[in-house]
């Protein structure tokens, strides 16, 4: 196939199934890393190397070559500063791809849900701070080295003695790695997300960072509101019930909706404004 314009003849390539195929594939590429990038830091960077790539076509059609030559001697660099100015994006986009299970093969629900469940409750009605992460697939190894090891059994008792207003680990998060208290004071990374709420603090930010970097579940409970909180993959939902805490370990795990027979939650205190905040990873 040739199409005649202004007196040339350009050959147009034909459209094969495999083409097709490739096609896709490049466009669902970009998609997924402008959907990466949208909303971070990292776009802005991206732009700015956008600017310095058209201002560098302009001096070689417009003949600059001092400009040219300068900015020749900076393209070679440009692979090693993306990958440095990226790492954290690149990680990201990694593990989510290393997170996806073939064949639908799910996640069993933790056994200690109850006992986390049952000690979120008792803390959100007492106002006291917590930051709990329960490991999947991506280890914790290097956040639970920052805090102070435990490896102890899942108990509400534990946990409210760790959450302890004025105990020695009551700042930092709890990790819970197979059914087990892992470590407690640990240090996660906090989210710079810009487009999260201003409104949100450290102990909110930290709970999403983590989620940022693995496939985590952060159960947050704020010591000034009283409300449980959920995040995961970057993105945090607030003033969740009891029950709809319970929803999201299930859904996050990949249990579905948990039938077998379990104690009694007890009911979140009722709230007459209560409304489900999500707050999106734009």
Known sequence: MRLLTAGF???????????????????????????????????????????????????????????????SYLIPYFPIAVIILFQSEIRRTLARLGRKRLFGVGYRRPESTDEILLAMSMMAQDKVGALIVLERDIGLRTFIESGLRLDAEISRDILLSIFRPGAALHDGAVIIRKDRVAAAACFLPLS???????????????????????????????????????????????????????????????????????????VSPPQPDQKIEKVYRQ
């Open 192 to 266: 710079t997300n810009p487009s999260l709420s201003g409104k949100l603090g450290t102990r909110h930010r930290a709970s999403i960072g983590i989620t940022e970097e693995t496939d985590c579940l952060s159960l947050i409970v704020s010591e000034q509101t009283g409300w449980m909180s959920v995040a995961a993959f970057g993105e945090i939902e607030q003033n969740l019930t009891l029950e709809q805490v319970d929803q999201r370990i299930n859904k996050h795990f990949g249990v579905g909706k948990y039938k077998s027979q379990r104690p009694e939650l007890p």
């Open 9 to 71: 003849l350009f050959p147009l390539p034909y459209l094969t199934f495999r083409s097709i195929v490739d096609i896709l594939a490049v466009a669902l590429l970009i998609y997924e890393m402008l959907l990466i990038m949208r909303g971070t830091r990292a776009a802005h960077v991206l732009g700015g190397i956008g600017v310095l790539a058209l201002i560098y076509g302009v001096s070689v059609y417009a003949g600059l070559e001092a400009l040219r030559s300068l900015l």
